[in-house]
């Protein structure tokens, strides 16, 4: 292998509230001589996402934090350039976490082959990625059955489009919101959402009611805020609501006050449940099989924000918090 240099985006300092271009710096590398066993990775597309915010603090999270002066790692979908390793060759397109980065070494268990059959790649971090497994398995987590309704709140995003699609396939009726015109047209239109409204247009509460008359059943939580407030007011009995994210407050300062009617868990005996895709690994190849098989079928939608470059990936980042992303956010790198 001739000597490659590889750029990189790192962490150059914590933020402290919302994050800045200057909590990160480009820097670039050179790549050693692969050994054996070994391969080399050119990434295609990189993931952006909301949870990463959380890994930028100093001190401990949910998940291992960046460090400072070290890459931004993240899911990325690449092919093999050279490889020393029986199980991969050149030309084969994996999934690895090491994104941020446009080269890098790996061993083939670090990596996650994929079909280069579904087009685009990218799809593999979005619709049939992380932010679909969330979404796939949180309809799990509390078993949503057909003709429940589902509200799905940051609905135009990479998890709650998914979510949202994956319940009408269920057969439930499903409700929206979302914070543009453009992006309640999306869920409508194109995601077959029965309801969606746009959550910067009045108050949460009054419009859900008017999607859900008569209550809903399941709230798939992605903002927390106002929405998961609005949620607990009209969950019926016995409903049930996933925490997977609460983007609204990423950048807070500090904490939110808890909702004012938390005290509707106790008196509709409601059950909520926390989400982490990580724990549901084991499934991964069933999640592949069911809901490639709604791609290929044409049953399911994947859509996804395209930035142009990794000098870009920043720009793409930030703009998550500023709700730039109509589905996934992803980082072209070529």
Same mark, same amino acid.
């Given at each position: ?56 603090? +100093? *001190?401990?999270?949910? =998940? ?6 070290? #890459?931004?790692?993240? &899911? @990325?979908? $690449?092919? !093999? ?55 796939? +398995? *949180?309809?799990?987590? =509390? ?6 309704? #589902?509200?799905?709140? &940051? @609905?135009? $995003?990479? !998890? ?73 007011? @009209? ?77 870009? @990936? ?21």
């Amino acid at each position: 292998m001739s000597s490659i240099k590889s750029k990189e985006v790192r962490l150059a300092s914590h933020p402290v509230g919302m994050p800045t271009a200057a909590n990160f710096t480009m820097a670039s590398t050179e790549l050693p001589p692969l050994n054996e066993g070994e391969v080399l990775v050119r990434n295609l597309f990189l993931s952006v996402d909301p949870y990463m915010r959380s890994r930028m603090n +100093a *001190g401990r999270s949910y =998940v291992p934090g960046f460090e400072l002066g070290k #890459v931004m790692d993240g &899911g @990325a979908v $690449g092919e !093999v350039i050279e490889s020393r390793a029986a199980a991969l060759k050149p030309g084969d397109a994996v999934v690895s976490s090491r994104g941020w980065r446009e080269y890098f070494i790996a061993q083939p268990a670090e990596l996650h082959r994929v079909s280069r059959e579904l087009q685009p790649l990218s799809v593999y971090l979005g619709t049939l990625g992380m932010t679909g497994m969330t979404a796939w +398995a *949180g309809l799990r987590l =509390v078993d949503v059955k057909a003709g429940e309704v #589902v509200f799905v709140s &940051g @609905a135009a $995003g990479a !998890v709650g489009n998914v979510a949202g699609q994956l319940a009408k396939l269920r057969g439930c009726t499903v409700i929206g919101s979302a914070g543009s015109p453009e992006k309640v047209q999306f869920l409508l239109r194109e995601c077959g959402f029965d309801h969606a409204f746009n959550y910067n247009a009045g108050a949460m509460l009054p419009q859900l009611s008017r999607s859900a008359p008569d209550g809903i059943d399941v709230y798939f939580d992605n903002v927390g805020g106002p929405a998961l407030e609005a949620a607990l007011s @009209a969950l019926r009995m016995h409903g049930r609501i996933i925490a997977c994210g609460g983007i609204s407050a990423y950048n807070d300062l500090t904490p939110q006050p808890g909702p004012s009617n938390l005290f509707n868990i106790t008196t509709k005996r409601l059950t909520m449940k926390g989400l982490i895709v990580s724990d549901w690994m084991d499934q991964r190849a069933e999640f592949e099989r069911e809901v490639g098989g709604y791609i290929q079928a044409g049953k399911l939608k994947h859509r996804e924000t395209v930035v142009q470059g990794l000098d870009q @990936a920043v720009a793409a980042f930030l703009g998550l918090f500023d709700g730039d992303n109509l589905g996934k956010m992803v980082v072209a790198l070529t």
